[in-house]
């Protein structure tokens, strides 16, 4: 058993994960955290200087100068590790949007069990946006058509794939000046791995150029279908109350965690724990029903669109099965860590794997499939509740926050503007006036080999009280949800007093959460939609915002970053760099690392960036934001204008509910409201 090198309170901010390691290292048993600290990560592999492409190799660099077996500098070798981590990556939302559409396609059909078309609305109007007839049409036919022509992106050969004609009219001109449109899904995903075979692509400015095309393919392709479809079929998210952390997991009922990605197993098996068949088995079983929780993006699909609460993000997986109280983990696909096999094997916990594509040694397999879902769904659960009557001790920690979570670009349009006005423009209004001085989408992973949760909810509230407004997906946003960051007016003594005013108006939270971390599309959405708006310029790059990941870790937040940067976003990534150089190496020698910031930024307006120091990341955040704001025009940011002088704030210059003013302003319709806060719009 490894030794603690860390103490708990290092390894993990948050409470109900420190009381699970402490227990974990008391009973002598690892966990991802003890596993980081027993293995010390190999420099030159981290730098991306080692090859191991073929078999005369693997050739590890360490010298400028030095070369591979073959030749291959280190500026090769490291874009082409970048290039097949970003390929994975995208591969990897991919897919799951592949499975997505054909789900889509079974629904349509009459073919599955269980799923029906939820948001009929969205629907409609992705079709009619791809041209698709739906006047006088069922759903069904126009879902087919729809799921026909999204299934076809991902085998297309040749011409454009389609759902990069929603983004801004200047940014598709610049992407297709550069020439680097997705043709097809699936091609650039292999093209990756051609141009990175021995012998292939040895220009790595070159090979970086293919990076951004296939990055492109998974955020304007594979996973806004993604999303798309999961809206479609489940519903589009509105904000909705939950619970986040173990202290979600009950004591007198059976815990089923759902942990991965795709919510066409997990959703079904929120459909089948409330039917009266599993209710009953469970009260014969002896327990007072099944309680379902969610890890990683898995908990962000069913939170925000069921409200089943989350029981934690990434280093959760294995801390919740310590808990004791977990009667089955039922996983799908990706973030899905092979130690929960063996840790589950000293307490009662049944892993059951349920993908085609996800077995692992030692796990129950009981293959989910759609046109079966509700029936699969059942017998997972009674496998769960079964298993109840084994289990022994609990130690579920007491530690649970609520939020609310389910801020889609839908929503957040409507409760801008209402229904009949649904509109970006106060929001566009709030920026331009210097309420709001920018923008953070905080999205990613936790890493062991950072202290969990820290950076991610350190970066959040540095930035609220900059007057930033931040939206977040992902497991980012399960760590400010634990923190009690995504509450509406809780979360508002948090935050400084321009953006304060605009949430208290609006009646959001000062952090958005937007969803999974394929809904980082929806992140592209609304940032479109801002340009489209006028006033922030006419294309993402011209909008003063920044896109951060602090404790980054899997190849597809790689992929996320890049086609952030390819769609003309900063992006700063926490942890180490995966391009770093040797920290001997000459200056000026670290081609790919300046390439992938300096150079992109002159192609496409955005940047990607590794950072480890989390200062360092505000300061470049806000110098970032101040920067875009100048460059448009708009008034330089001043932190103390609309606290103190606002002509609707109290005397310490906030807003309180309950305050005269406050009460006054409430009392108008939304329109006018809007108006006395912001001032007729412009346009
Ligand atoms: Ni994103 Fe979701 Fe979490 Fe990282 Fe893994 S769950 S897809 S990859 S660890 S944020």
Redesign the pocket.
């Known amino acids: 058993m490894p030794k603690s090198v860390r103490t708990p309170e290092e390894r993990s901010a948050d409470p109900a994960a420190q009381e699970m390691l402490i227990f974990a290292d008391d009973i002598g048993l690892s966990t991802a955290f003890s596993r980081a600290d027993a293995m010390v990560p190999c420099n030159i592999g981290a730098a991306g200087m080692c090859c191991k492409l073929c078999g005369m190799g693997p050739c590890r660099l360490t010298k400028d100068g030095q070369t591979g077996v073959c030749g291959a500098t280190i500026d090769t070798i490291q874009a082409r590790n970048l290039i097949r981590a970003i390929a994975a990556g995208g591969a990897a939302?991919s897919d799951h949007g592949r499975d997505m559409a054909f789900t889509l396609k079974a629904v349509a059909n009459g073919e599955t069990e269980g799923y029906f078309i939820r948001d009929v609305a969205k629907l409609r109007t992705l079709a009619a946006g791809y041209k698709i007839p739906i006047e006088g049409r069922a759903p069904e036919a126009i879902a087919n058509d729809l799921a026909d022509l999204y299934i076809s992106q991902f085998g297309q050969q040749r011409g454009e794939i389609v759902p990069i004609q929603r983004a801004p009219a200047k940014r598709q001109k610049l992407w297709k000046e550069q020439g680097v449109i997705p043709r097809g899904v699936d091609r650039e995903v292999v093209e990756a791995l051609h141009r990175t075979h021995i012998g292939d692509d040895q220009d790595p400015t070159h090979i970086l150029h293919h990076a951004i095309r296939t990055a492109l393919a998974d955020g304007w392709g594979g996973s806004m279908m993604a999303t798309d479809i999961s809206d479609i079929l489940f519903g589009t998210p509105a904000p909705i109350l939950g619970q986040a952390n173990l202290g979600v997991l009950k004591d007198d009922m059976v815990n089923v965690v759902v942990h991965g990605?795709e919510p066409t197993l997990s959703e079904m098996i929120v459909a089948a724990s409330q039917t009266p068949e599993i209710i009953e088995y469970a009260k014969a079983a002896g327990a007072k029903g099944v309680n379902l929780a969610g890890i990683?993006?898995t908990a962000?699909e069913i939170l925000m669109r069921q409200g089943i609460p989350a029981a934690g993000?990434?280093l959760h997986q294995e801390l919740s099965i310590l808990t004791g109280a977990v009667e089955a983990m039922v996983v799908d696909v990706?973030?899905v860590m092979q130690a929960l096999v063996s840790l589950a094997e000293n307490f009662h916990t049944k892993i059951i794997t349920t993908s085609p594509k996800v077995k692992i040694k030692g796990a129950t397999h009981i293959e989910f499939n759609e046109h079966k879902a509700l029936t699969i769904a059942k017998d997972i659960l009674k496998v769960a509740i079964d298993n109840y009557a084994n289990r022994k001790k609990t130690r579920i920690p007491n530690v649970r926050e609520s939020l609310i979570p389910g801020f889609s670009h839908e929503y957040i349009n409507y409760m801008l503007g209402g229904s009949y006005r649904a509109s970006f423009r106060p929001l566009n209004d709030a920026i331009m006036s210097g309420r709001i001085r920018g923008v953070a989408a905080i999205?990613?992973?936790?890493n062991p080999r950072s202290q969990q949760d820290f950076s991610h909810t350190y970066v959040t509230q540095k930035l609220l009280k900059q007057d930033v407004l931040v939206v977040e997906?992902?497991?980012?946003a399960i760590a400010s949800a634990k923190l009690g960051l995504l509450l509406g007016e809780a979360g508002l003594d948090k935050v400084g007093p321009g953006l304060r005013e605009v949430c208290e108006t609006v009646g959001i939270p000062p952090v958005l959460h937007m969803g999974?971390?394929?809904d980082n599309t929806r992140i592209l959405t609304v940032l479109t939609q801002m340009a489209e708006e006028g006033g922030l310029g006419d294309d993402i790059s011209d909008i003063p915002a920044v896109g951060l990941a602090p404790e980054?870790?899997?190849e597809?937040?790689l992929a996320?970053g890049t086609y952030c940067v390819a769609s003309g976003a900063y992006v700063i990534f926490g942890g180490s760099s995966p391009v770093g150089g040797m920290p001997d190496r000459v200056e000026d020698s670290d081609l790919v690392l300046k390439y992938i910031s300096e150079g992109w930024e002159e192609l496409y307006g955005g940047k990607l960036e590794f950072i480890a120091d989390a200062d360092v990341m505000i300061e470049k955040t806000l110098e970032h934001i101040d920067k875009k704001r100048a460059a448009l025009g708009l008034p330089a940011y001043e932190p103390d204008k609309f606290g103190k002088s606002d002509r609707f704030g109290n005397a310490e210059g906030h807003f309180r509910h309950g305050d005269e003013r406050m009460l006054e302003l409430e009392a108008l319709p939304l329109a006018q409201r809007r108006e006395a806060l912001y001032g007729a719009s412009p346009n």
């Open positions: 939302h990605h990683c993006c962000n993000n990434f990706q973030c999205v990613g992973c936790n997906t992902g497991c980012g999974s971390c394929v980054w870790m899997s597809k937040a996320i």
